[in-house]
T-cell receptor, first 111, second 113 residues
């Protein structure tokens, strides 16, 4: 069974903290994506990666960075969390058929 | 750039009513089109998809037809149920984008008994 896991379902951090969101997949997929979901704005692409050590900016990369040291793991990093980064973060993967698989999401609150 | 526009909600219907949620897109070439559903407290699930013009995607009584001439992919269901209450997202993806999805803003549907 396909599995995309995210390290936390709920996370509360303080302004200025460094935050790591982890995504792990067991499908040997090349492509991994980080989106954030906000009411009335839908899902917006932050960063994506189509190979180990490769990364590309999405539509809203400001304030974020990513790391892909291993094929199965794609990390989203908030260098200095701010309140406007309070959101639901979704990890998505896809393989050679480009069918997408979603993780359960991490609801991050920055206070 | 590519974009997806879907009707704004919320949409409130009575049980057994007919549902249409409009979705139009702007894209070069021939994208694949998707409808995703998010039930309260859950993650996104693929509801249906169509990969080429005139394809009809269907699942759980929902249907959508890929209309290239009108760049549309409207979601329809003949008779909604309370359990269909959810947020629905229209999305597109290009072959050359490694599966990158571009989403509409979502339409919240509430079905009353």
């Amino acid at each position: 069974d396909v599995k995309v896991t995210q390290s936390s379902r709920y996370l509360v951090k303080r302004t200025g903290e460094k935050v790591f969101l982890e995504c792990v997949q067991d499908m040997d997929h090349e492509n991994m994506f980080w989106y954030r979901q906000d009411p009335g704005l839908g899902l917006r692409l932050i960063y994506f990666s189509y190979d180990v050590k490769m990364k590309e900016k999405g539509d809203i990369p400001e304030g974020y960075s990513v790391s892909r040291e291993k094929k199965e793991r794609f990390s989203l990093i908030l260098e200095s969390a701010s309140t406007n980064q309070t959101s639901m973060y979704l990890c998505v993967t896809s393989g050679s058929t480009y069918e997408q698989y979603f993780g359960p999401g991490t609801r991050l609150t920055v206070t | 750039g590519d974009s997806v526009t879907q009707m704004e909600g919320p949409v409130t219907l009575s049980e057994e009513a007919f549902l249409t949620i409009n979705c139009t897109y702007t894209a070069t070439g021939y994208p694949s089109l998707f409808w995703y559903v998010q039930y309260p407290g859950e993650g996104l699930q693929l509801l249906l998809k169509a990969t080429k013009a005139d394809d009809k995607g269907s699942n759980k009584g929902f249907e959508a037809t890929y209309r290239k001439e009108t760049t549309s992919f409207h979601l329809e269901k003949g008779s909604v149920q309370v359990s269909d209450s959810a947020v629905y997202f229209c999305a597109l993806s290009h072959r050359g984008s490694q599966g990158n999805l571009i989403f509409g803003k979502g339409t919240k549907l509430s079905v009353k008994p």
